[in-house]
């Protein structure tokens, strides 16, 4: 072996080690986990087969946990899609202070998930600001806080994270329209194309593979959604999500072979999901 490539091997080994140590072996013994009754307060544990991936799909605790996390999907990303595309569109063109604003609407995208999630559980909590504004309008808040109910809690939280996420992905966003080549415009404008017939045949269509990325990251994020529901709620009134389950099943009940089970299963779901809208999108030409 040469020399260069005895020094290449060796500044690659501290990324390898680390590697091997605490990403691929953590995943393949939590994967041989999942097939034991392994607790961790118990000295000895058994291999279980596939005991614990059938015991989960009849436990309603989890199953509920599931329900709520494809509510959680299903209700942001389209949402949080479609706003931070707007915002884009708006930040794109000239303007006095389009800086700040681009900085004030990224902020909530770069200030911790924790303080924020605190911030709107007072805003949230009876007597707290979105409370007595929904009382003035006439909605008729829940008695003890949006997120103190069963009807609420979970779409509070949805409502959160679509405000805080917008940010990052109009950025994504405002970088795929910084790529289109303006030349385009100018001869759509000389063929008379109007505004709405050139984002429809110039701008959405170049905006696909933005689009594509952005849908795929924020499907994965929100499947993994956790710390909002940590914060605010605790998983009560109906809000516990798959990765909440797994926290508590693992790190509360000391459940580990149970959790892990419920852990593959999530990142079974999340690759089916990732790898259907890529499939999807392509054939509908995001390439």
Do not use: C, H
């Not at 490539?5 to 501290?14: D, H, I, N, R, T």
């Not at 097939?35 to 279980?48: A, R």
């Not at 605790?61 to 209700?75: A, H, R």
């Not at 149970?258 to 299963?265: F, V």
């Amino acid at each position: 072996m040469k020399k260069s490539q005895l020094a290449g091997y060796l500044f690659a080994s501290p990324w390898v080690i680390t590697f091997l140590v605490f990403w691929l072996f953590p995943l393949l013994f939590s994967l041989y986990l999942g097939f034991t009754d392994y607790k961790l307060l118990k000295p000895t544990y058994n291999w279980v087969g596939l005991n614990n991936f059938v015991a989960l799909f009849s436990d309603s605790e989890f199953l509920d946990s599931l329900k709520n996390t494809f509510i959680f999907v299903i209700g942001t990303i389209p949402f949080t899609t479609v706003i931070a595309l707007v915002f884009a569109l708006l930040l794109n063109k000239n303007f006095p202070g389009r800086t700040l604003f681009r900085s004030a609407y990224f902020m909530p995208s770069i200030t911790s998930m924790v303080v924020i999630a605190l911030i709107f559980t007072n805003l949230y909590s009876r007597g707290g600001y979105l409370y007595m504004l929904a009382d003035m309008i006439g909605l008729s808040p829940p008695e003890n806080g949006f997120l103190l109910s069963n009807k609420t809690a979970l779409f509070s939280v949805m409502a959160m994270d679509i405000w805080m996420s917008v940010g990052y992905y109009m950025l994504l966003f405002l970088a795929g329209l910084k790529s289109i080549p303006e030349e385009l415009y100018e001869a759509a404008e000389v063929a008379g194309a109007g505004a709405f017939r050139k984002f429809f045949s110039i701008t959405l269509p170049l905006l696909k593979p933005v689009t594509l990325f952005i849908i795929v990251i924020n499907t994965i994020k929100s499947f993994q959604v956790f710390v909002e529901i940590f914060v605010m709620t605790r998983g009560r009134y109906d809000s516990a999500t798959a990765v909440y389950f797994i926290y508590e099943t693992g790190l509360s009940r000391f459940e580990f072979g149970y959790a892990s089970a419920a852990a593959y299963i999530l990142f079974l779901i999340i690759a089916v999901f990732s790898f259907a809208q890529f499939g999807l999108l392509k054939q509908r030409g995001m390439r």
